[in-house]
Every structure is written in structure tokens, then in C-alpha cells.
């Protein structure tokens, strides 16, 4: 097991000192005989306090080294914890989709309830329609690169010139805007330099991987084909252009959100609220 830090442990000492509170000294303890894996483990339920304070102090000594990655917890598996996640995540999805499916194909129908739903899954259908409008002209669909890795391109091998360099990957259903890509100065340049390695690669989806999370379990993410991603990021663009025309700001939602946090902290007009696997649960 690898030492920890001396002067981290310094400060977390420090902050329990300040916190003052049963829970700080337990996280204390725990810390000081090397229990890590209770440590992490340890959770705050605010059902069981009558003051927001108090708290507010348990859960930051608590949550302070959760996603600290230098701990060694005999027994814990973080890849797999993140595997199991996924398919957990994809059961639910896929409970959910089968609920659901009655609706998109017109029955049948035995609740009362069933109605109300239609109505409201029409009038959300109608105000997507609406907001997103026509197909974009190719002129104005700008597709590009993302910092990350892909499918082929991986490691310390995913700048654009990587990129451009290899072989491009796409799934099946993707081929239908191949056409598209087939104009771009990136495929002259492939066909030209390396034509043996022009013609895409067709591959069955994206690559699940983790990447570390916290002390207990990694997060799952999924590395996309080359042209995949080329082609989603300009359809994201597309998309936020669009929304920011109804006040929907995606492209600087993250700060405004971070400012409205900081104001509801400070006033207390609203809680935020964080849910386990939502972008994973979204069907």
C-alpha cells in the first residue's frame, strides 16, 4: 500500500480539527491508522440532521478524499465496479425503453393515464421540432475534431495530425454521410498521401474503457469511431446554435450554472441535486 501523503494528511488533520465534529474525528482516525477503505466508504445521510451546518461540516470531511486516486484498497476492483455499473445502467434502459415503446408504435393502450402521456409526449415532439428546425445546409455544418481519443486513435497518438494521419473508423450507420466526408480536405490529403489507408474502417460501435472516478470504482466511458465523432461534434454545434436562439446557452451552461450554484449557496433560494449515472440512464 503506498504512504500517503504527509503534508495532504497535515491538512485533512487540520480540517477535522476545525469541523469539530464526531464525524470529523472518526474521519480523523480512520486516516490516521491507515483505513482507507472505510474511509471512503463512509457516507452522510442529510435525512439525519436538523441543522444544515452541521452538514454541511460532516460531508465535507467525508467527501474530502473520495476521489482521491493514490489509495490501494485490498479487494476493490474499480474497472469492474465501472463494468457493472454499465450494465446496470443498460438494464434500466432497457426497462425503460420497453415501457416506453407502446408509444412509438401506437398502442396498446390500457391505462387512462396512457392518454395524458401521448399529449405530453406530443407537445415535447412539437417544441423539438420547432426549436430545431430544418436539416442545415452543408455549407453551414461545420464538422471537426475532438481533443480525446478514438476508436484507432489512442494514447499519446490523438492530435489532429494523428487523426488525419490514420486510417479513419466509422460504424455501419454512419456510412450513409460518407459522401460528406468524401469532400472534406482531410480525405484529399488521406487519398493523396496513403491511399491504401483512405477508405474508412468499418468497426461494430464504440470501445467501452474507464478512466479512473474515486477510491472505489473507475467511470465508464466510451471511445467513438474517428468519423463518428467528426460528424457528432458539428451536429452539436448545430444543435446549441439553435437552443441559444430559445435561451438554452449550452456552450457556456457550465459557468452559468457554476454562478447560479455559487448564488443559491450564498442565499439559499435553490439546492442542486446530483444523481448516480444520470447521462448513463438516459434512454
Known sequence: MSAFPQQLEKVVQALCEDADTPRSLAVSMLLKYREYGQLVSLTTDPGRYTSAERYFLDVSVTELLRKYKGFEIPGIDRAGVALANFWRSEKACAQTNARMSRFLHNGPFE???DLQAIESLDRM???ISDALGDLPSWRS???HFGPGATFRDVGKYTTVPDKMSNRPTMTQSCSLLLPFWERTAWASALIESNPCQSHPEYVQGNRFTT???DALKDRGIAIEPSLNVFFQLGVGDVLKRRLRRLGLDMKNAQSIHRQVACE?????AFSTIDLSNASDTVS
Open 211 to 213: 478512466v479512473p472516478k
Open 111 to 113: 391505462d387512462p393515464a
Open 125 to 127: 415532439k412539437n417544441w
Open 141 to 143: 455544418f461545420s464538422a
Open 264 to 268: 443559491a449557496s450564498s442565499g439559499g
